[in-house]
């Protein structure tokens, strides 16, 4: 059985550099079959604080003000890491169902370490690929080496083990796309969200996420492989991204006055996923416009999210396939407020703190690939 260590550590500033024992520890718990969720000790400030506290002393009142919130978040990141969520429902006689129709939710993430980052001026490129059972609520995941998908705690400790491929080139990604697809199941019911930003996805890797190719049920890829819904009859696919500009949290026509947090469709297969100011937000909530005297106070506003749905079934509503991916935002148990990724790219990107990059010291791999291409 895979447990949780929690770890007592001093945040990373404290510790000369090169010294943070963070990722040795990792490691080393990883080999021994054992995720880890650090936090940082209270301060002395924290400590005279909490002793003050007259309802801490006497065990009342509310828990979530006796204990720093990053001690919560700690343990419910814990639980992340275990494959714990809250998409979906119970049903009576089965274990869970994201949907009516039990469609899975799967997520292409594709890990990048930086040449500033590496040892050796060289990037590394590592692919990943979340899915969650819609069946069961069962959270599975693959990564580059690995030969199929495997229950997400499982390949956390795969990747603190070191026991992956990493790709050097974005070209070798791009060619590998295909199958790796295949490996989440296509032949189920499946949404795949893909981020078309992140590690240069659209430019090097998957040019079919571009604005000026992406086809409406037609994937092509990199190679000029095609895929349609007669060839992949249980696929649908969402490209994602985030706009640098906000969207206002409030709207107002007429007499109709509304929260924007919410999907809001935009074109035929485009649509936008706004949320609610995140609750950590500190700011007035009680600020009005209205007041002149408040005109330059400043009042953060949610992301514009975008979600295009580039390939879906000729039965499907795409409404309902981008409401699908807009729902996944807000599933995760350690956060109050919806994350900035649907749940499978979420899971996906935070492989990447049990990593440790394996280097290598040939100097003839050190020329920048850009300059290659």
Do not use: C
């Not at 000790?41 to 828990?63: C, F, H, V």
């Not at 050796?120 to 959270?139: K, N, R």
């Not at 919410?262 to 936008?272: A, C, D, M, S, W």
């Not at 416009?289 to 499907?316: C, F, I, W």
Request: proline letters at 4%.
């Amino acid at each position: 059985m895979t447990t949780i260590a929690l770890v007592e550590i001093l945040s990373k500033e404290q510790y000369e550099i090169g010294t943070d024992p963070k990722q040795t520890l990792r490691s080393a718990f990883s080999h021994t079959g054992r995720l880890t969720q650090f936090f940082n000790p209270m301060s002395q400030k924290e400590i005279e604080a909490y002793r003050q506290d007259s309802s801490a002393r006497n065990n009342e009142g509310d828990d979530e003000q006796k204990i720093p919130y990053r001690f919560t978040n700690a343990a419910l990141d814990a639980l992340r890491q275990l494959g714990v969520h809250t998409a979906g429902y119970p049903v009576p006689g089965r274990r869970w169902l994201l949907n009516g129709w039990g469609w899975n939710a799967a997520g292409y993430w594709l890990v990048r370490q930086s040449r500033k980052k590496s040892k050796t001026f060289q990037q590394h490129f590592l692919p990943t690929l979340v899915l969650i059972d819609g069946e069961s609520g069962i959270v599975y995941a693959w990564v580059s080496g690995m030969e199929e998908m495997a229950p997400y705690h499982e390949v956390l400790l795969l990747a603190g083990q070191g026991k992956l491929e990493v790709i050097g080139k974005h070209n070798e990604v791009a060619t590998r796309i295909p199958q790796d697809l295949d490996r989440i199941g296509l032949n189920r019911d499946v949404v795949l969200v893909v981020d078309a930003a992140q590690s240069n996805m659209r430019n090097k890797v998957w040019r079919w996420l571009q604005d000026q190719r992406i086809s409406p049920d037609e994937i092509e890829f990199n190679d000029g492989q095609k895929w349609s819904p007669e060839d992949r009859p249980h696929l649908r696919v969402v490209r994602v991204r985030s706009v640098e500009h906000e969207t206002p949290e409030w709207y107002a026509k007429g007499d109709t006055i509304g929260l924007s947090a919410g999907l809001h469709k935009i074109g035929n297969r485009t649509f936008v996923s706004t949320s609610q100011t995140a609750t950590t937000q500190q700011f007035n909530r009680n600020l009005t416009k209205t007041n002149t005297a408040n005109a330059s106070r400043a009042t953060p506003s949610p992301a514009y999210y975008e979600l295009t749905v580039g390939m879906m079934q000729p039965h499907d509503d795409a409404e309902y396939v981008a409401d699908f991916v807009h729902i996944l935002r807000d599933a995760s148990t350690q956060y109050q407020d919806e994350t900035a990724h649907a749940l499978p790219l979420h899971l996906g990107k935070l492989i990447e703190e049990y990593l440790l990059w394996i280097e290598d010291d040939d100097e003839n791999d050190e020329i920048d690939e850009d300059k290659q291409e």
